[in-house]
């Protein structure tokens, strides 16, 4: 008895959390005029539902996988006593906790998330939980040019591990990662997974039932992708990158999501779906463009719209957020209970914003830290994450004459020292370009860097 109570996690605390009302509390930020990262929130009265989540069902296994899944990319982070960045596992728990309790079952980790944290806190987290209770998504995550990694017995101790951090002896869902990503498509593909039999012991782990789903991730070149649709190997499921914006506009690395979901379908191999917000990006519009959902829908944030679009093809399985805070997580359990599918009105207003968009600036990061760390130091998601938020909110001024240049200009530098500290800014890479392979979206981040420094100093000349 006492082993089990270690084990799983106190029955007191998890009705508290599965019965609890929590108002939801969606934050949008904004980059304010005084340099400080303005907080508006926005408070639905309703009670975040326990019973209403929209299912999936897999049309190979019959599980019922909750439309919203939980990425484990982004954990909230903490600094220990010695100083050092770790996750923070109290915090973990609630979140899992409480997404558990409202109905979401469907976990989505990787050795690489994280800085290589993910799998062990997620699994501490889920490893409270009877096993019934959730599914768990990992991957072959090789992508290394280390060719111990890429090896066979490399990849194999990858494997295991995963199942030992994760504390479970199987995997609901196993992923080949990131397929089709670098400059040489189908030769990476055979070397990281053909060349050394990891896709002859992966399908026989899935024969075995220490694998249940068998499938692979996409970013990048379309051969791969449909070279593995024609492979005649059956595909459990496979993840794809699916927002409004990337329907028929995907950059980098990427492809329409219209042709890939179209083809998953025709193969009828179930949609996992990330980034559904682009990284955050469809969650911080600008003032047109909210204009033109509001006017339908006045309630509703960006991110509701976001989900509700990536979440209505029918051969969608799950949509993943990662998400870092309580509230964005509420937010988004209320949407999927249950879903209620974009009509012919909504979509062509999203194909509206869409275009807006795209005639922006703005740099296509979504901060998935594969780039970090930064041998020099650099906080490369943090910067670009200011430079868009301060081009969304209007404070990226391209002219000293502009009406509102002194107001914007004192926003984005006051805020980009705020955001940044000093020593991680822009002017510090030195183009080793060690983090462009890294990139699922095929940004050029010391030509990025460059661009932003230049625009920093011209802004401190021009004062």
């Not at 007191?12 to 939801?24: D, E, I, M, N, Q």
């Not at 501490?124 to 939980?129: E, N, T």
């Not at 209770?133 to 295991?160: C, H, V, W």
């Not at 002194?406 to 183009?431: E, M, N, T, W």
Request: proline share 5%.
């Amino acid at each position: 008895m006492e082993e089990n109570n270690k084990k799983h996690m106190n029955r007191r605390k998890f009705l508290k959390v599965f019965g609890t009302g929590v108002a939801a509390t969606t934050a949008l930020y904004a980059c304010g005029p005084n340099g400080k990262q303005n907080e508006e929130r926005i408070y639905n009265k309703t009670d975040v539902p326990t019973d209403k989540m929209t299912y999936r069902t897999n049309p190979h296994t019959g599980d019922k996988v909750s439309l919203l899944g939980y990425g484990c990319m982004r954990w909230p982070l903490k600094t220990n006593a010695a100083g050092e960045e770790e996750v923070d596992q109290d915090a973990v728990n609630d979140l899992i906790d409480y997404a558990i309790a409202h109905g979401v079952n469907y976990f989505d980790t990787s050795p690489r998330y994280v800085r290589g944290m993910s799998e062990k806190v997620t699994g501490i987290a889920l490893s409270r939980h009877p096993r019934d209770k959730y599914f768990i998504a990992t991957k072959m995550s090789n992508q290394s040019e280390d060719p111990y990694l890429r090896s066979r017995e490399g990849s194999i101790a990858m494997y295991r591990k995963s199942m030992e951090d994760l504390q479970v002896n199987y995997f609901d869902y196993y992923l080949l990662h990131s397929i089709g990503g670098g400059d040489d498509g189908i030769e990476t593909y055979n070397n990281r997974f053909i060349d050394n039999g990891i896709l002859d012991f992966l399908l026989k782990e899935r024969e075995a039932g220490r694998i249940r789903n068998l499938g692979w991730s996409f970013h990048g070149d379309i051969k791969v992708f449909d070279h593995l649709l024609a492979s005649g190997v059956k595909w459990d499921f496979a993840m794809i990158q699916l927002n409004y914006v990337d329907w028929k506009n995907a950059s980098g690395f990427n492809f329409n999501a219209e042709y890939l979901y179209g083809e998953l379908t025709r193969h009828n191999v179930p949609a996992v779906v990330m980034e559904p917000l682009l990284g955050g990006r469809l969650s911080r519009l600008n003032q047109h463009s909210l204009s033109i959902l509001k006017q339908i829908r006045p309630e509703d944030s960006p991110a509701n719209w976001a989900f509700r679009y990536a979440g209505s093809p029918e051969n969608v399985l799950t949509v993943l957020s990662g998400m870092t805070y309580m509230e964005h997580l509420q937010e988004n359990i209320r949407t999927y209970s249950p879903l209620e599918r974009l009509n012919d009105r909504e979509y062509k207003a999203l194909e509206e914003v869409t275009e807006l968009m795209l005639r922006s600036d703005y740099v296509p990061c979504t901060e998935c830290q594969y780039c970090m760390p930064c041998p020099y130091g650099i906080n490369i998601p943090s910067i670009f994450s200011h430079y868009n938020r301060c081009l969304t909110e209007g404070n990226v001024p391209k002219d000293s004459q502009d009406e509102n240049y002194r107001k914007s200009r004192r926003a984005f530098l006051i805020g980009y020292d705020r955001s940044v500290p000093k020593l991680r800014q822009a002017d510090h890479c030195i183009h080793c370009n060690q983090c462009i392979p890294d990139c699922p979206q095929r940004i050029n981040i010391p030509q990025q860097m460059d661009k932003i420094n230049k625009y920093v100093e011209q802004l401190k000349i021009n004062g």
